[in-house]
């Protein structure tokens, strides 16, 4: 079945560095890519998300790049600050056997920013 | 507008009771969703509800019931509580089904003994 692999599964900066997350998908028709954030004890927020006709999306210090010939696309946090310390998801959509419109979520990558 | 709210927020059970897991969306959305959460396997869909009155089983339906009350509000039941089912579990809802973008609550802990 359709299958979201996500690297690294930590993730250990210095505060003022990049970050930069990878997810691998499997089903060649994906065509939109979440990225959300899970700060301790909350819920998952979405954070950006690039669809197919894109190969690039930014929003200040948060970048989402999509390369649909190797399916992977990448988060990419640049001047990271000890609030972006969380576990993020990446996702890709899917159709389910019945028609029914999915998520298909990565595994998590947590994410710590040190002063 | 407090977007998508669930009840309880921690709750223990002894294997074997029954609960209901409560949520809740004020953003006018037809599709809401219920996933479970556990360590190194990201979110996997127990039920989701395309719309009011439909609902349907996802990748993990197992001891698991739902109930599409209305539009705002989508309950989750355990039937007879397994150590298996101790997890996180969160609600979502998306304005329709092929919309994508979904927003989560802030999940309920559940520690089945």
């Known amino acids: 079945g359709e299958n979201v692999e996500q690297h690294p599964s930590t993730l250990s900066v210095q505060e003022g560095d990049s970050a930069v997350i990878k997810c691998t998908y499997s089903?060649?028709?994906?065509?939109?890519f979440p990225w959300y954030k899970q700060e301790l004890g909350k819920g998952p927020q979405l954070i950006i998300d690039?669809?197919?006709?894109?190969g690039e999306k930014k929003d200040q210090r948060i970048a989402v790049t999509l390369n649909k010939t190797a399916k992977h696309f990448s988060l990419h946090i640049t001047e990271t600050q000890p609030e972006d310390s969380a576990v993020y998801f990446c996702?890709?959509?899917?159709?389910?056997?019945?028609?029914?419109?999915?998520?298909?979520f990565g595994a998590g990558t947590r994410l710590a920013v040190h002063p | 507008n407090a977007g998508v709210t669930q009840t309880p927020k921690f709750q223990v059970l002894k294997t074997g009771q029954s609960m209901t897991l409560q949520c809740a969306q004020d953003m006018n959305h037809n599709s809401m969703y219920w996933y479970r959460q556990d360590p190194g396997m990201g979110l996997r869909l127990i039920y989701y509800s395309a719309s009011e009155g439909t609902t349907d089983k996802g990748e993990v339906p197992n001891g698991y019931n739902v109930s599409r009350l209305n539009k705002r509000e989508f309950s989750l039941r355990l039937e007879s509580a397994a150590p298996s089912q101790t997890s996180v579990y969160f609600c979502?809802?998306?304005?329709?089904?092929?919309?994508?973008?979904?927003?989560f609550g802030p999940g309920t802990r559940l520690t089945v003994t």
């Open positions: 979502a809802s998306s304005e329709w089904e092929g919309s994508y973008e979904q927003y």
């Open positions: 089903d060649s028709a994906s065509n939109y």
């Open positions: 996702a890709a959509n899917g159709v389910e056997d019945g028609g029914y419109n999915k998520l298909i």
């Open positions: 690039i669809r197919s006709n894109v």
